[in-house]
């Protein structure tokens, strides 16, 4: 049988805009220096294929296989990747901006958009500013500078009509805004009314500011200069500026709580996310600790019974009741109040207790009766308890004993396993049990809590919250319960 290949698709240099290549199988083709606006390739296989130096705008590519494939120096201009495969291809120097839509101008357009339209207007913008800029140094020099009475006189009052009719401006468009915002839907009629209302009551103080103020001064310079060109201007010459700076201030307004309010939702959807995240890894945390700890005491409880099947059964109750215990409890709620922790706690020891008889001596300690109601996470003592007799009692020939203390110390709760076995080595990796616990302290207390393993004064894995961590948590916790 011939060993026939199918060669490589090639249309280098091609006009290709609008067509649909959608679910083909175009591995290894080349379009490299083609134009292909509007191209459908959703669903094709482009593994390897060369699309240098082509023009891709608007082109879709969903759940395409682009991996290996060579995109440099393409424009790629609102092309839509949903989906696609796009390990180890090139896309070096290529352009992949949005292009400008008149529904999208808002302050976050025009600071981003890199198009003609971004340029021209913060060009524009630029300009403005600049010029006034320059007529506030103008005027400045003119009154610093000049020796002239009536002149001087005239610029301080157009200063001074400025400033107020500036804060007025500012302070009415303020006014209006909550106003607008309510009974106005459409943007457009809000800035024509805000306009409206602007030139009228603008206009109605500059002229009562004329007439209480000005007409001496206005009239005696009219009468020195003459010839003065400003002196032909129409009235309303002066009258759009404070328009623009209303309509600009107010458009500025809405832009920055529209940003707040997405910054605000994307806070929330990001601490949303980290709760959801921090839940998924507590509950396997919590997943593997249950077939762990039944792994272990299964073990204990196949080695009894052939050699002791009362102490078997005996530790099968105990078992027993220790898992009715445990599942009996809320999966969905990772803490529990000391007490409970404790009754589980010494439910596991007297399992442990049947297995090494007198070997085990334990005893639990609470320094104060009001601890036992603080709330701690599920499962973090049991896994200690379980160390010291794995890795301590059960390499010990004379008497193991465990101490189990609860105690408070300078705000902060101390939840101590003391046992006689042997030292922790000074270079010691951490087993899955302390892993799990060191995993849940960091994701619910964060550099709130802290675990220390201890050989002096004597061998000892300590656990310390602080109270006010424990507090929030519990706090919380009510608050969602009710």
């Known amino acids: 049988m011939d060993d026939k290949r199918t060669k490589p698709l090639r249309m280098t240099a091609s006009s290709l805009d609008g067509r649909d290549f959608s679910n083909m199988d175009l591995e290894n083709a080349d379009f490299s220096f083609s134009s292909l606006k509007d191209v459908n390739f959703d669903g094709a296989n482009l593994r390897n294929a060369k699309l240098r130096f082509s023009a891709l705008d608007r082109t879709t590519f969903r759940n395409s296989d682009l991996r290996s494939a060579d995109l440099s120096f393409s424009s790629l201009v609102d092309v839509d990747l949903t989906g696609a495969k796009v390990e180890a291809a090139n896309f070096s120097f290529t352009s992949q901006e949005k292009s400008f839509n008149w529904q999208d101008f808002s302050l976050i357009g025009i600071i981003q958009n890199q198009g003609w339209v971004g340029t021209l207007v913060a060009t524009i913008l630029g ?4 010029y006034g800029f320059n007529a506030i140094a ?9 020796n002239e009475p009536v002149r001087i006189k005239l610029y301080q009052y157009l200063v001074c009509q ?19 915002d309510m009974l106005v839907k459409r943007l457009y009629v809000k800035h024509l009314i805000l306009s409206v209302v602007v030139f009228v009551l603008n206009n109605a103080l500059s002229i009562g500011v004329y007439f209480m103020f000005a007409t001496d001064i206005v009239g005696r310079y009219k009468e020195l200069y003459p010839a003065e060109p400003a002196q032909e201007a129409p009235w309303y010459w002066y009258t759009w500026g404070p328009v623009v700076i209303a309509n600009v201030f107010y458009y500025l307004s809405r832009e920055g709580r529209q940003i707040s ?37 299964l073990n204990s409880i196949a080695s009894l019974v052939h050699e002791d099947p009362d102490k078997a059964e005996e530790m099968t109750l105990l078992l027993s009741k220790l898992f009715r215990y445990t599942t009996g409890r809320k999966t969905a709620d990772y803490f529990d109040t000391i007490e409970n922790e404790l009754e589980m706690v010494e439910t ?45 009692i059960s390499k010990m020939a004379e008497q193991g004993n465990i101490l189990v203390r609860i105690y408070e110390k ?9 046992d006689n076995g042997p030292a922790f080595p000074e270079t010691m990796g951490a087993g899955y049990g302390m892993r799990s616990i060191q ?12 675990l220390e393993l201890v050989n002096e004064p004597t061998k000892s894995v300590n656990i310390a919250i602080h109270k006010s961590a424990i507090e929030q948590h519990q706090q919380s916790n009510h608050a969602v319960s009710s």
Do not use: M
């Not at 103008?138 to 000049?146: G, M």
């Not at 997405?262 to 890894?281: F, H, P, V, W």
């Open 348 to 392: 596991y020891l007297q399992v442990e207790k049947v297995r090494f008889g007198d070997r085990l001596r334990f005893a639990v300690e609470v320094t104060d009766e009001s601890l036992k109601s603080l709330q701690v996470p599920k499962f973090i003592l049991q896994p200690i308890v379980e160390n010291a007799i794995k890795h301590g």
């Open 439 to 450: 995993d849940k302290l960091k994701l619910l207390y964060a550099d709130s809590a802290r």
């Open 261 to 297: 309010r997405k910054i605000s939702d994307q806070e929330y959807q990001l601490l949303n996310l980290e709760k959801l995240k921090t839940r998924a890894e507590l509950d396997a945390l919590q997943a593997r600790i249950n077939p762990h700890f039944l792994y272990n005491s």
């Open 410 to 418: 300078d705000n902060w709760l101390h939840l101590c396993v003391h």
């Open 127 to 130: 300009a403005v500013i600049l």
């Open 162 to 180: 400025n400033i107020l009719a500036g804060v007025f401006t500012i302070l009415l468009t303020q006014g209006l805004t909550l106003w607008l």
């Open 138 to 146: 103008y005027f400045t020099a003119e009154l610093y500078y000049t």
